[in-house]
Structure formats: structure tokens, C-alpha cells
């Protein structure tokens, strides 16, 4: 079960690729997924906020953000539930669960996290897709 669970894992970050790769127990590489899962909750929110900001004046705007991203937090969490089903989830899937569920949370936010980022460039008026629109409020 531990290999097809490896097999299935999504993209990592190379901080989280460098962490592991110096990783000599299972408990140290799980920190280093948990502090990948940080590093990505923390960019969400910086992009979230600024989205947030960026859209303030715009009430209608903003409440059908916020529903889009608790929409998404509740398709996080089945997603999460989805791809480890049993009810006694470190029993069915060993010492290995911890990392591999935050590497999928860690995975999941980064998505969340562009499609914040293209929700912002659309607020700003930057729908340039070769130029990217860096604008100063959103670096």
C-alpha cells in the first residue's frame, strides 16, 4: 500500500525536495511536508489577502469570493478524505500518512493558490498572459 500511495503523490516544491532528500527518518521527512503544507497556507493567504483588498470596494465581488474559496476549502478537505478513505487512516496506511496527506493539502493549495493569483490579475485588469501583469500590489 506504501509504494501506490508514493506513486500517486503530487507535485512537491524543491524546499520540500531539498528537506527530504537530507531526511534520514520517517518523522523528519513528515516535518518536512508539514512545513511544505506551511509554506504553501501562507502563500494562499498573502494572495487570498490582496485579492480581498484588491476587490474591497466591490461588495457583491467580494461575498462571491469568499463563497468560491469555502467552496473550496470543502472540496479540499473530501478531496483529502477521497483519496485516503479508511476511517482508521494511519492503521490503513502506516507512519507514511501524515506526509503524504500534507503533500496532497500542500499540492491542492498551490492550485488554489494560481487560480487566487489569475482571480487577482483579472481584478487588477491584467488578463496579459505573456507579460504575467506584475503589478506592485501584487508581489
Not at 489569475?118 to 506584475?134: R, V, W
Request: contains cysteine.
Amino acid at each position: 500500500m506504501i509504494a501506490s500511495i508514493s506513486q500517486a503523490r503530487a507535485q512537491t516544491s524543491p524546499v520540500y525536495d531539498a528537506c527530504v532528500a537530507r531526511a534520514t527518518t520517517q518523522t523528519a521527512m513528515t516535518m518536512c511536508a508539514a512545513e511544505d503544507l506551511t509554506r504553501a497556507q501562507h502563500a494562499l493567504n498573502v494572495v487570498y489577502a490582496k485579492l480581498l483588498n484588491e476587490v474591497s470596494g466591490h461588495p457583491e465581488t467580494l461575498t462571491k469570493i469568499r463563497v468560491a474559496e469555502r467552496a473550496w476549502i470543502s472540496y479540499r478537505d473530501a478531496y483529502l478524505e477521497a483519496k485516503f478513505p479508511a476511517k482508521a487512516k494511519q492503521a490503513e496506511y502506516g507512519s507514511i500518512f501524515p506526509m503524504e496527506a500534507d503533500l496532497v493539502l500542500a499540492d491542492l493549495t498551490r492550485q488554489q493558490t494560481v487560480a487566487l493569483s489569475n482571480l487577482l490579475k483579472t481584478a487588477t485588469g491584467c488578463n496579459d498572459s505573456e507579460t504575467g501583469c506584475i503589478h506592485p500590489s501584487t508581489e
